[in-house]
C-alpha cells in the first residue's frame, strides 16, 4: 500500500487495484476522551448523516441514492469512522458529500434520531441474548466507555443535550489523530490533488494526550438477569485479554479458533452440543480494541443445564492447558484463520476499512499480511502457555434465566 501525507499531515495509504469499478474510502477519527455522558457518541454518529447546510437529511439521502453512493457515519469503540463506496467516475462527488458532512453538518434532528435511538435500543433489548450479553459487557468493562452499553445509553441518554454532541464532535474533529485509506482503481496524482483541496484543511493531531484509561479486572463477577418466561438459559464467561498490538494476540487468535470460533469443529461445538447434547449454540470469540482485548465463551442452553454447561467450560479449558493440541489441529486453525482473512478483504471496501482500522490503531495501513505471518509461527506450547495466562480465576459470568 503506498503512503502519503496531506498538506495538514493526515497519514493516507492508497492501495491501487486495477479494473475494478468501484473505489472504497475509509476516514477514521481517534477518540481520546471518555464521553461524559454515555450515548452522546452513539447520537453523534447518527447525527452526521442527516443532514448539512447544503443539503438536509432528505435531499443527503437522495443525492446518495441517485449517485449509487454508498455512505455511512459508525462510532467504534476507539474512533469515529467515515465511509463510502463509489463508482469510479463518482469519486469526486462522493469526496465532496464527504468533505460537506465532516465540516457542515448541522445535528437539527437531535430530538428526532434522539426518539428513533431509544426505541430501537429498547427493541434491540428484547432479545434474550442480547440483553445478557448487554449485561456481560457491561460488567466486565464497569466504570469504563466501552461498557457504554445499551442498557447504560438508555438510562441516560435524556441527559444529553444537543450541545453536549457539538462539543464532543468538535473536540474529535479539532483533537483526534486521522487516517485515510483508499482502494481501488485510482490515480495518485489525481488523488492527492483532491483530497488536498477538501480534507487538507481539517485539523490534524498527531501527538494528543490520551486520557481514556487502560482496563483491569481484578476479580470474579457474577451478573444474573432474572427472566420467569425465559425458554433458554443463555450465558457468557469471559476474561480481559491482551490486545491486536501484542505479541501474544497470534496464539490467543489460535486459542480461539481452537477452543470455539471454528464453527463444527471446534472444541466446545464438538464436546457441549454433538457430545453431551447441551447447546443449541456454542462458540467462543476474542475482540481487541485499543485498550482492552475480550475472550469470551457463550453457549445457549436449557436452563436446568447451567451448571453442567459451566463445567463443561473448565473441562475444555484445563485440557487445553494441560494437554498439548496435536499438529493437525492447529494446522487446521491456522489454515482456519488464515482463510477467514482472506474471506474479510476480498472486496475494495473490506480492504480500506481493514486497512484504516489497524491504522488508527498505531499498527500500520499493511498489518494484515504481517498478522498472518505470525500466525503461521504459533506453536502448540505457545497455544497452551497462553492458555493458562488467559483463562484464569479472574472472570465475568453472566448469564440470563428462568
Known amino acids: 500500500m503506498k503512503e502519503f501525507e496531506l498538506n495538514n499531515g493526515i497519514l493516507t495509504g492508497l492501495k491501487n487495484n486495477p479494473n475494478t469499478p468501484r473505489i472504497a474510502l475509509s476516514f477514521n477519527i481517534a477518540i481520546n476522551k471518555e464521553e461524559t455522558i454515555p450515548g452522546i457518541y452513539a447520537l453523534m454518529s447518527r447525527l452526521l448523516q442527516q443532514g448539512t447546510k447544503k443539503y438536509n437529511s432528505e435531499e443527503l439521502a437522495s443525492v446518495l441514492e441517485e449517485n449509487a453512493i454508498e455512505f455511512s ?22 469526496l465532496e458529500i464527504l468533505d460537506d458532512v465532516i465540516k457542515n453538518s448541522t445535528f437539527e434532528e437531535f430530538d428526532k434520531e434522539l426518539i428513533k435511538l431509544k426505541g430501537e435500543y429498547s427493541a434491540e433489548l428484547d432479545s ?40 464532543a464532535y468538535n473536540n474529535i474533529i479539532n483533537h483526534g489523530k486521522k487516517v485515510i485509506s483508499i482502494v481501488g482503481d485510482i ?41 420467569p418466561d425465559a425458554q433458554q438459559a443463555q450465558i457468557f464467561q469471559g476474561w480481559l485479554a491482551p490486545t491486536v498490538d501484542s505479541p501474544q494476540y497470534p496464539a490467543i487468535a ?23 447434547g447441551l447447546a443449541y449454540t456454542v462458540r467462543s470469540a476474542y475482540r481487541s480494541f485499543a485498550k482492552s482485548a475480550l475472550f469470551h465463551i457463550y ?38 484463520i488464515i482463510g477467514r482473512q482472506q474471506f474479510i478483504t476480498e472486496t475494495n471496501s473490506q480492504q480500506a476499512n481493514l486497512s ?47
Do not use: W
Request: with cysteine; charged share 30%; glycine share 4%.
Open 73 to 94: 457515519v459508525e462510532m467504534k469503540q476507539d474512533y469515529l469512522s467515515f465511509r463510502f463506496v463509489c463508482l469510479n467516475e463518482d469519486f469526486k462527488l462522493a
Open 128 to 167: 434474550n441474548k442480547a440483553k445478557v450479553s448487554d449485561e456481560f459487557i457491561k460488567t466486565i468493562y464497569e466504570g469504563h466507555m466501552y461498557g457504554n452499553t445499551y442498557t447504560r445509553i438508555l438510562e441516560n441518554v435524556d441527559k444529553i443535550t444537543k450541545s453536549d454532541v457539538t462539543d
Open 187 to 227: 490515480n495518485e496524482g489525481e488523488l492527492r490533488n483532491l483530497l488536498n483541496s477538501t480534507l487538507a484543511d481539517i485539523p490534524n493531531s498527531e501527538i494528543e494526550a490520551d486520557e481514556i484509561p487502560s482496563c483491569t479486572l481484578n476479580e470474579q463477577k457474577v451478573a444474573e438477569i432474572n427472566k
Open 254 to 276: 489460535v486459542l480461539n479458533t481452537i477452543l470455539g470460533a471454528s464453527g463444527l469443529s471446534s472444541r466446545l461445538f464438538l464436546e457441549l452440543r454433538d457430545k453431551k
Open 299 to 336: 453457549i445457549g442452553t436449557e436452563p436446568k443445564n447451567v451448571e453442567v454447561s459451566l463445567n463443561g467450560f473448565m473441562e475444555e479449558i484445563n485440557k487445553i492447558k494441560t494437554i498439548p493440541v496435536s499438529d493437525n489441529e492447529i494446522e487446521a486453525a491456522k489454515k482456519n
Open 356 to 402: 484504516a482500522h489497524y491504522a488508527i490503531l498505531g499498527l500500520g495501513f499493511d498489518f494484515q499480511p504481517k498478522l498472518i505471518e505470525k500466525i503461521k509461527t504459533v506453536t502448540p506450547k505457545m497455544v497452551m502457555d497462553i492458555a493458562n495466562e488467559l483463562l484464569n480465576d479472574k472472570y465475568v459470568i453472566a448469564m440470563i434465566r428462568p
